[in-house]
């Protein structure tokens, strides 16, 4: 099977910065579009981007390590919340592509 692995999440002050990683395994025939959607209290899931965050969080990848990396920058208290990873992926040459996720880093960021 499929495995997304977050690391890097903890305790923060506002202000600092943190990096996320993320690394994919398992049975992966082919690996398309890694992201990094976060879920703060009270909110739906979103999918997080340079734009979304006013450029404060730059996301990275390395396809052939099949990793993904968010490095946060300036974080705020709003920030705080469960940062997961997710990436399409087909586990064979006739699988359709699926949505796989991981489990969650929480990001705490404390004023």
């Known amino acids: 099977q499929v495995q997304l692995v977050e690391s890097g999440g903890g305790l923060v002050q506002a202000g600092g910065s943190l990096r996320l990683s993320c690394a994919a395994s398992?049975?992966?025939?082919?690996?398309?579009?890694m992201a990094w959607y976060r879920q703060v209290p009270g909110k739906q899931r979103e999918l997080v981007s340079i734009?979304?965050?006013?450029?404060r969080f730059i996301i990275s990848g390395d396809n052939a390590k099949k990793m993904v990396y968010l490095q946060m920058s300036s974080l705020k208290p709003e920030d705080t919340g469960v940062y997961y990873c997710?990436?399409?992926?087909?586990?064979?040459?006739?699988?359709?592509?699926?949505?796989?996720w991981g489990q969650g880093t929480q990001v705490t960021v404390s004023s």
């Open positions: 734009d979304s965050t006013g450029g």
């Open positions: 398992g049975r992966i025939f082919s690996l398309n579009n």
């Open positions: 997710n990436a399409r992926i087909k586990t064979d040459w006739s699988s359709p592509w699926s949505d796989y």
